[in-house]
Antibody, heavy 114, light 107 residues
Framework: QMQLQESGPGLVKPSETLSLTCTVSGGSISGYYWSWIRQPPGKGLEWIGYIYYSGSANYNPSLKSRVTISVDTSKNHFYLKLSSVTAADTAFYYC????????WGQGTLVTVSS | EIVLTQSPATLSLSPGERATLSCRASQSISSYLAWYQQKPGQAPRLLIYDASDRFTGIPARFSGSGSGTDFTLTISSLEPEDFAVYYCHERSNWPYTFGQGTKLEIK
């Protein structure tokens, strides 16, 4: 049974780059769309972007200038980088599979603070 | 960007009652609408996709309907574990969006 797990620093300083990894276990990363979705504490959900296993990606225009999503099929990982972060980027970050996503990671809280 | 408006914001009901949650899209999204349930500290759980198809393992008391701009999630008889926040989500146009959520609370 496929599972997803987010990992990365839980605290990032303002103006720095947030970097997260999603590890896909129990199956191959090939053949699927993979997404990053975030949720500020107590608030709603925002789709950051998605990538096909082949490497083509699409980003939310509201974040496009700061976001990079990439995939490493050899490691069964995909990644999120969000640059120039501010307090507004504090959120639970989820990795997920497909659209609509039926498989999610448990989420990881990233706090932006000095 | 398509805006999804959910109503009501909060719904107070008792176990055994029927729940009706609404989601309205700012423009037609055909049937590209999904419903999620989220409990505190958990990731969202997919209930319904393509407006009316139940996802794997979802109980039959959950049903979805609608097309175009108006959609409904119905829970036929509430179980204690159904009290949570529910989000609708569209994948008609990029960027995909979510509604602001309906909190279903115990009366």
């Amino acid at each position: 049974q496929m599972q997803l797990q987010e990992s990365g620093p839980g605290l990032v300083k303002p103006s720095e780059t947030l970097s997260l990894t999603c590890t896909v276990s129990g199956g191959s990363i090939s053949g699927y769309y993979w997404s990053w979705i975030r949720q500020p504490p107590g608030k709603g959900l925002e789709w950051i972007g998605y990538i096909y296993y082949s490497g083509s990606a699409n980003y939310n225009p509201s974040l496009k200038s700061r976001v990079t999503i990439s995939v490493d099929t050899s490691k069964n990982h995909f990644y999120l980088k969000l640059s120039s972060v501010t307090a507004a980027d504090t959120a639970f970050y989820y990795c997920a599979r497909d659209a609509p996503p039926g498989l999610w990671g448990q989420g990881t809280l990233v706090t932006v603070s000095s | 960007e398509i805006v999804l408006t959910q109503s009501p914001a909060t719904l107070s009901l008792s176990p055994g009652e029927r729940a009706t949650l609404s989601c309205r899209a700012s423009q037609s999204i055909s049937s590209y609408l999904a419903w999620y349930q989220q409990k505190p500290g958990q990731a969202p759980r997919l209930l319904i996709y393509d407006a009316s198809d139940r996802f794997t393992g979802i109980p039959a008391r959950f049903s979805g309907s609608g097309s175009g701009t108006d959609f409904t999630l119905t829970i036929s008889s509430l179980e204690p574990e159904d009290f949570a926040v529910y989000y609708c989500h569209e994948r008609s146009n990029w960027p995909y969006t979510f509604g602001q959520g309906t909190k279903l609370e115990i009366k």
